[in-house]
């Protein structure tokens, strides 16, 4: 159940994301001054955590959604469903453990 919550969640939050991308990068035709402007408050070491939540939310969304294909598609899915679960917990994890240190370093660097 967790899995089908977080898989929503994470949806969403990549929904709102790439409405806010596709707003904020339309300012360049608009003003650009504006589009900096926001671009610089991006820079701040918030919105780096931010993006550090918005990898986390990606990785795991993509990593679930093939669970969910694993699990509709192959015939023995349903029967394992409790492993791949784990096995994208896993994947997931490693894939923070390379991005998250580098990100964090950067959060750290922007804030001295």
Known sequence: MWSWVLHRITGVAIFFFLLVH???TSLVRITP???NAVINTYKTPILGLGELALVAA???HALNGIRIILIDFWSVGTRHQKLLFWIVIALWIV????????QIIN???EMS
């Open 58 to 60: 990606i990785g795991f």
């Open 22 to 24: 596709v707003l904020d």
């Open 107 to 109: 959060i750290i660097a």
């Open 33 to 35: 001054e504006g589009y």
């Open 95 to 102: 894939l923070l453990a390379g991005f998250a240190p580098r």
